[in-house]
T-cell receptor, first 111, second 116 residues
Framework: GQNIDQPTEMTATEGAIVQINCTYQ??????LFWYQQHAGEAPTFLSY????GLEEKGRFSSFLSRSKGYSYLLLKELQMKDSASYLC????????????FGAGTQVVVTP | GAVVSQHPSRVICKSGTSVKIECRSL??????MFWYRQFPKKSLMLMAT?????????EQGVEKDKFLINHASLTLSTLTVTSAHPEDSSFYIC????????????FGQGTRLTVV
């Protein structure tokens, strides 16, 4: 099995920056994904990291440290529409396509 | 990008009846699809892996006779919740693997099942 931990909830104001941390413990690591999920909707893909370092995509960036079992998702210039749950998910080498999800971090953006 | 369509989006059924949920890959062939379940404010829990032309692989603790999965073609997998009970009420989401892409699986819109 594997443990994937992320904070339950974070609150930030519009225009600010928020960093969502995710730690994991797993054998056979083969990639970490971040998804955004609005209430009652399916998750939408945000980012993918398999090598150490930072991946930047517009207002969203994701970082991975494999040796530390750590990732973060950075949301810049927060907008009200960014209020959602952010899910960290890990893929193992023996299960291409299967993802193990963390419990999700609910981000609340306030005016 | 690839599109996965899930139907129905919402369903209400009576206890004891069965409900079928469809997951279709619209613009690609999916030899493998995945079924997840999500309780309110909880994360997605993988229920089973659906393999085209063979039996599904269920995760530990998931009753295969309760949750019947059929993957008869390269674009369609179905999940049937048999003899539904109120505790089966949940959000069910499918995803499809589009070969070995970095974007991994594409998710359907989800099905909100309410058993009354």
């Amino acid at each position: 099995g594997q443990n994937i931990d992320q904070p339950t909830e974070m609150t930030a104001t519009e225009g600010a920056i928020v960093q969502i941390n995710c730690t994991y413990q797993t054998s056979g690591f083969n990639g970490l994904f971040w998804y955004q999920q609005h209430a009652g909707e399916a998750p939408t893909f945000l980012s993918y990291n398999v090598l150490d370092g930072l991946e930047e995509k517009g207002r969203f960036s994701s970082f991975l440290s494999r040796s530390k079992g750590y990732s973060y998702l950075l949301l810049k210039e927060l907008q009200m529409k960014d209020s959602a749950s952010y899910l960290c998910a890990v893929r193992k080498t023996d299960s291409w396509g299967k993802l193990q999800f963390g419990a999700g971090t609910q981000v609340v953006v306030t005016p | 990008g690839a599109v996965v369509s899930q139907h129905p989006s919402r369903v209400i059924c009576k206890s004891g009846t069965s409900v079928k949920i469809e997951c279709r890959s619209l613009d690609f062939q999916a030899t493998t699809m995945f079924w997840y379940r999500q309780f309110p404010k909880k994360s997605l829990m993988l229920m089973a892996t659906s393999n085209e032309g063979s039996k599904a692989t269920y995760e530990q603790g998931v009753e295969k006779d309760k949750f019947l999965i059929n993957h008869a073609s390269l674009t369609l997998s179905t999940l049937t919740v048999t003899s539904a009970h109120p505790e089966d009420s949940s959000f069910y989401i499918c995803s499809a693997r589009a070969e070995q892409t970095n974007t991994e699986a594409f998710f359907g819109q989800g099905t909100r099942l309410t058993v009354v």
